[in-house]
């Protein structure tokens, strides 16, 4: 079981870019809140979806250190109005995970482990890719491989992206507790290359771009 750091946040860190990021347990969250505050988020949402919202904005709030509300655009990605901050967030289970900065639009991505997703493998990888992550995550290679071209797919934020097509997997190496993963990005939005980190904080695989810039 993953220990409580302090109002449903399970880790907080920077990355090596100066990248804030939060994993948090959303039940755990959303029980300081009462059910009026959480009513206000409702607008047709389901329950699920509502705690999420509310999730969302205590953890930007933390990270801000005031009360901050975030909006999304037709697509559903998530955005600051009047703020040069960047976000990134993503949810499983009753988790989720945000990256913020300054500098570049960040992406991210957690996984619970031991999920199987084997039977879409041919839609979004190859073998060869997937070997990639065998020896950093072994029998959750497959879904290191989903994590980080879910990654890819938020930095895109194009239409018509095909994962096995326009999203590759070059190289990948092991830097202390995480895999780094250059990837290249083929499509006729955008063409560049990022590295994306994986690492785990069982029982999940989390995943992120933290700058934007070609990867070298």
Known sequence: M????????????????NSEVVIADI?????????????????GHSR????QLVCADFIISELL??????????????FLKNKATHLSISHTSNYMAMIINN???????IEVKGRDISRVKKRFTTDSEVEHF???LKTDALLGVWGAKECLFKIMQASGVLFTENMKINYSMTRENELIVNCSVNHPSIKSDFNVISCIFEPLILSYIDATSNAK
């Open 65 to 78: 250190n005031e009360t901050t509300k975030i909006s999304r655009n037709k697509k559903g990605a998530p």
């Open 48 to 51: 699920e979806r509502t705690l």
């Open 103 to 109: 500098h570049s639009r960040p992406a991210i991505d």
């Open 27 to 43: 039940t755990a969250v959303t029980s300081m809140f009462s059910e009026k505050q959480i009513n206000e988020y409702y607008n």
């Open 134 to 136: 065998e020896s950093f």
């Open 2 to 17: 993953i220990k409580l750091l302090n109002k449903g946040i399970l880790h907080r860190f920077k990355t090596a870019h």
